[in-house]
């Protein structure tokens, strides 16, 4: 069954960090990301990483999230640190190339001011 797996969400004080796990139906060795989606606003991305183990970020969490993968156990991770309130929502990940899998549960991340 094709089917992602998002982990480690949680409740969390602003400042505090979280490791979002992802576990992938397939190879990951291609672009895969991490998005969110706060309550009533659109899913939005929040880092992405290449093939080659490269990352990029939106400037929003640029210097706090950190994008990691083991590609023999087809995990991806997110590591999330100095969390700030408006982090809150729910996080997915999916592959972008050469499509996306169908889009798994999420996993909810809520920090408190």
């Known amino acids: 069954q094709v089917q992602l797996v998002e982990s480690g969400g949680g409740l969390v004080q602003a400042g505090g960090s979280l490791r979002l796990s992802c576990a992938a139906p397939?190879?990951?060795?291609?672009?895969m990301a991490w998005y969110r989606q706060a309550p009533g606003k659109q899913r939005e991305w929040v880092g992405s990483?290449?093939?080659?183990?490269?990352?990029s970020y939106p400037d929003s969490v640029q210097g706090r999230f950190t994008i990691s993968r083991d590609t023999a156990k087809k995990m991806v991770y997110l590591q999330m640190n100095n969390l700030k309130p408006e982090d809150t929502g729910d996080y997915y990940c999916?592959?972008?190339?050469?499509?996306?899998?169908?889009w798994g549960q999420g996993t909810q991340v809520t920090v408190s001011s």
């Open positions: 999916n592959r972008i190339f050469p499509q996306p899998w169908p």
């Open positions: 397939g190879s990951i060795t291609t672009l």
């Open positions: 990483i290449l093939d080659d183990g490269s990352a």
